[in-house]
């Protein structure tokens, strides 16, 4: 005897199944659907399946089955219906695979930790024009200032193009305080003639 969960979609009773589904099968029946009919066309079966080739294989037969019928479905508005089942099934699939990977990253850096303790770490450095740079840190070695990025409120590139702004800026004000006392002469030889 089958448990609950093992027993197949079809197998279950025509009256626990939504209207939606009931109608599906009535139309293949009517051979009126040119495609397979998948095999779980109930969203609430969905959250229960746990085997990841299975939701695939699953998401694979609705990609088939919407591409063959996408008119009559859509002209019966059931296709509504058979994509919200799609995605909730893509979305149980992506679900699985992040908490896969998830666990799989969890056992590594549990792995990881427990062979030998990091011996130099790697620091992300944000600075303040917005540049990133990872530097390496050893917490056994000595960590001088001079050594230190993070004091720094620009990177490399930047100071160097601040330090040329600085010197342009300063060379654009001496110009500009020359053109300034060469009007101010103009302007004072110019009343001069006058009088």
Do not use: W
Request: charged share 25%; with cysteine.
């Amino acid at each position: 005897m089958q448990s609950p969960k093992a027993q197949s979609p079809k197998a279950q009773s025509p009256k626990a199944q939504p209207p939606v589904v009931q109608f599906l099968r009535s139309l293949f029946k009517n051979k009126c659907l040119s495609y397979v009919l998948p095999q779980v066309l109930d969203i609430a079966i969905i959250d229960k399946i746990m085997d990841k080739s299975f939701l695939s294989k699953l998401e694979y037969q609705y990609e088939k089955f919407l591409e063959a019928n996408i008119q009559i479905l859509d002209l019966h508005n059931v296709i509504d219906y058979l994509l919200d089942v799609r995605d909730a099934i893509l979305l149980k699939l992506n679900r699985m695979i992040r908490e896969e990977n998830k666990r799989k990253h969890y056992e590594g850096v549990y792995v990881k930790s427990q062979k030998n303790p990091p011996v130099e770490t790697k620091i992300l450095i944000e600075y303040k024009c917005g540049c990133q740079n990872l530097i390496h840190y050893n917490p056994s070695a000595s960590f001088s200032s001079s050594n230190n990025d993070s004091s720094r409120h620009h990177c490399i590139d930047h100071l160097k193009l601040l330090k040329r702004q600085s010197i342009l800026e300063t060379e654009l004000t001496k110009i500009k305080d020359e053109i300034q006392d060469a009007t101010a002469r103009q302007n004072i030889r110019s009343i001069n003639y006058c009088k």
